[in-house]
């Protein structure tokens, strides 16, 4: 029996939904609205089921983007993901955000090409997690990090032979710190991948599946790597209001 797979994205500005049957995709949602998670999401997945025609007690995986990224984001779809996972009785998968991110370049990179997937951290910062390319997919070279953009050039790993792929909202920080020779031979990826997707989360979760790398849906929390720091608004509780 082919094993459904619900799959979600909600680290970025970008909230989004995929569903696939066995190892075909059948529907796949993005919405591009900052600050609309929370009131999104479960309507996208349910429009998902809907178009798929799949009862929900007949997904057998549950695979969610699990960070580092927006705070607020991780904390919904985490949230929602174990909600989906112990109501439909399914296994959990959490997906690395910029392994989702940097999965897609695969269609573009050749061997031993280097892929940088980066995103704003604030205060700055960047997270940014590098890997080669290969045949078989994606090989981790450095492992995700928070770091800081004057100190980007001391992190960045040396080159394998081939070109720089760099994707995420601070890539073009990120190729500001290449030697001007490696410059010259390096990528940034076009904007429709420029951001994380939940197809590119399923994607990956397929391969864990076939690992049987599951988490521990009571333990499994987001990967923030950063401590939450609350801002205090310049503005009063009334100067915000709508009238």
């Known amino acids: 029996m082919e094993v459904s797979l619900l799959a979600l994205e909600t680290a970025t500005d970008h909230c989004s939904v995929a569903l696939l049957r066995g190892l075909q995709p059948e529907v796949s949602f993005t919405l591009s609205r900052p600050r609309a998670h929370a ?22 995986v549950v695979a969610v983007s699990m960070g580092p990224g927006s705070y607020t984001g991780l904390r919904i779809g985490v949230s929602a993901a174990k909600g989906f996972a112990l109501a439909m009785d399914a296994r959990l998968i959490g997906i690395p955000t910029l392994e989702a991110l940097a999965e ?44 800081a953009l004057d100190r980007l050039a001391d992190w960045l790993p040396e080159g394998r032979g081939g070109r720089y792929w760099f994707t995420g909202n601070a890539s073009r920080e990120v190729l500001a710190c290449l030697a001007p ?4 031979e390096a990528f940034v990826a076009p904007p429709g991948f420029a951001f994380p997707t939940a197809s590119a989360v399923a994607r990956l979760a397929q391969k864990k599946m076939m690992a ?32």
């Open 181 to 184: 020779e490696a410059r010259a």
């Open 39 to 60: 009131e999104h999401l479960i309507p996208l997945v349910q429009s998902a089921l809907l178009f798929a025609a799949l009862p929900p007690d007949q997904v057998g």
């Open 104 to 147: 897609p370049l695969l269609s573009f990179a050749s061997a031993k090409d280097v892929l940088c997937a980066t995103l704003h951290a604030r205060r700055g910062e960047c997270y940014i997690a590098a890997f080669e390319a290969l045949e078989e997919g994606l090989q981790p070279l450095k492992p995700t990090a928070v770091v």
């Open 212 to 243: 049987n790398d599951y988490e521990n849906v009571s333990t499994f929390e987001p990967l923030y790597l950063k401590a939450f720091i609350a801002r205090t608004s310049d503005r009063s509780v009334y100067d915000r209001l709508p009238f």
